[in-house]
């Protein structure tokens, strides 16, 4: 059986890897609802993207739109021209100047089909896009929800762990607890088991000394260190 000392420390070691297990779990979670968050945004750029190009389709064909309509005035004006004129060669001219602005026209009108087309293609990708949005939107906050839980559940009980280790401090010596603090600050755990004389922490094989010690046979009080890793060693059959 471990002696009252290393008893005393195992219970605080204990309690302190709960303390800091609980306060890694606190400090990870800003950080995956930041993650959350990021792919809201994401989600809602790729949506304000879709309507972006609806918008930039839509304002595309009124210039179109547009250009039609100061085409077909310019060829009204053309044919008015052409009635009034006596002469064979100005006739001809504005006869070449009718037939280039109806292909103008021919090819407006297509590519204004052809926008027309995109249209409805972007209007069904934004309609998608924002019902997929919302969709995994609703799941997002609501995983934000749960981790605003979860924060405020390990706060709650990362309070109660910091009494415990509170309340396991005053029960070790203060010369075993400066070591046990010194060697904390360098990472759990701090007091191992001695495992086919080896050291529980580095797995190094120990010292007779250091067994010898950590078996109760050294000075009263004395705590049994690992020759590498200087963990405080007990033994326990």
């Known amino acids: 059986m471990p002696s009252p000392l290393i008893e005393a420390l195992l219970i605080l070691q204990d309690r ?7 306060e890694a779990q606190l400090k990870a979670i800003p950080g995956e609802v930041g993650r959350v968050e990021q792919t809201i945004a994401a989600e809602k750029a790729a949506y ?3 309507k972006t190009e609806l918008r930039s389709l839509e304002s595309k064909k009124k210039v179109i739109e547009t250009e039609i309509g100061s085409a077909e005035t310019q060829l009204g004006k053309y044919r008015t021209q ?3 004129v006596r002469k064979n060669d100005e006739y001809q001219a504005l006869g070449h ?6 292909q103008q026209i021919g090819q407006l009108e297509g590519t204004e089909l052809e926008v027309m087309y ?5 209007k ?9 949005m919302k969709q995994n939107i609703a799941g997002h906050e609501a995983r934000i929800r749960a981790l605003r839980e979860r924060e405020a559940s390990l706060a709650a009980e990362l309070k109660t762990a910091q009494d415990d280790v509170a309340g396991a401090r005053p029960q070790v010596p203060a010369p075993a607890l400066r070591v046990y603090d010194q060697m904390a600050a360098r990472g759990m755990p701090v007091v191992v088991r001695i495992v086919d004389a080896k050291c529980g922490g580095c797995h190094l094989k120990v ?8 078996r109760g046979k050294g000075t009263p009080g004395e705590l049994a260190r690992c020759d590498q890793c ?8």
Do not use: F, P, V
């Open 97 to 102: 100047e009718i037939e280039t602005t109806q």
């Open 124 to 132: 069904k990708k934004a309609a998608a896009t924002d019902a997929h």
């Open 207 to 214: 010292s007779s000394e250091a067994e010898s010690a950590a």
């Open 230 to 237: 200087a963990r405080i060693l007990y033994w326990d059959n």
């Open 118 to 122: 995109s249209i409805d293609d972007a």
């Open 16 to 22: 302190d890897s709960r303390r800091l297990g609980l």
């Open 48 to 50: 304000e993207e879709s």
């Open 82 to 84: 052409q009635l009034a």
